[in-house]
Structure formats: structure tokens, C-alpha cells
């Protein structure tokens, strides 16, 4: 069975940083990405993230790029999210996601259950 578990949410300052964690367990994962994607309330889900496991491959949005950071950790089969120089619009909720096809919200097979990530101006 597939899990993805989010961690690390909570309420920053605007300009603070936070780092998410996604322990990803019940198969491998090397053909895969993985990939972090946010929903704030009233809007859509959108891609934030991702990285390709077997290669590392980064891939960021327009909007995070320079401020996040995508990584993984083999030994711990965990992908993370650093952020830095978060914003009162990075407010959202916060999945975990992976897929062996690509980065858009429908090509995902497997999500977490999402992590609150709350900025204050």
C-alpha cells in the first residue's frame, strides 16, 4: 500500500521560512516523480514542484523558483520542500504527490493527505 505523509505545516511570518517533509513508502519510487502542489481556499490545485527520483531532476513553477527548494532523501525515501522568503499568497494547503507520467494535477496516482501551510503579512 502506497502512503505519502506530509509533515512540517504551520504559521509563518511573512519573509520566514518552512520546510515540508513527504515520507513516501510502499513501492519504488525510481521511475517516478514527486512532487509537491498546493491549494489555496477558492482555487484550483496547482503544481509548486518536483523532483525526478532516480536523477534528481528539479523542476520548479514560476512563482516559487529562487525561493524553494525540492529535495530528496534516498536513505530516508523522503522528499522535501524548503522554503524560504514565503509570502502571504503561498498560503495554502500543502500535497505530496507522485506520478510516473508528469507533472500536471491529473497525471498524479498517489497524494497525501496535505499539510496547512499558513503565511501572515
Known amino acids: 500500500q502506497v502512503q505519502l505523509v506530509e509533515s512540517g505545516g504551520g504559521l509563518v511570518q511573512a519573509g520566514g521560512s518552512l520546510r515540508l517533509s513527504c515520507a513516501a513508502s510502499?513501492?519504488?519510487?525510481?521511475?517516478?516523480?514527486l512532487g509537491w502542489f498546493r491549494q489555496a481556499p477558492g482555487k484550483d490545485r496547482e503544481f509548486v514542484a518536483a523532483i525526478y527520483w532516480s536523477t534528481s531532476r528539479t523542476t520548479y513553477d514560476a512563482s516559487v523558483k529562487g525561493r524553494f527548494i525540492i529535495f530528496r532523501d534516498n536513505v530516508k525515501n523522503t522528499v522535501y520542500l524548503q522554503m524560504n522568503s514565503l509570502k502571504f499568497e503561498d498560503t495554502a494547503v500543502y500535497y505530496c504527490?507522485?506520478?510516473?507520467?508528469?507533472?500536471?494535477?491529473?497525471?498524479?496516482?498517489?497524494w497525501g493527505q496535505g499539510t496547512q501551510v499558513t503565511v501572515s503579512s
Open positions: 504527490a507522485a506520478s510516473p507520467r508528469g507533472l500536471e494535477v491529473m497525471d498524479q496516482d498517489y
Open positions: 510502499g513501492r519504488t519510487f525510481s521511475r517516478y516523480f
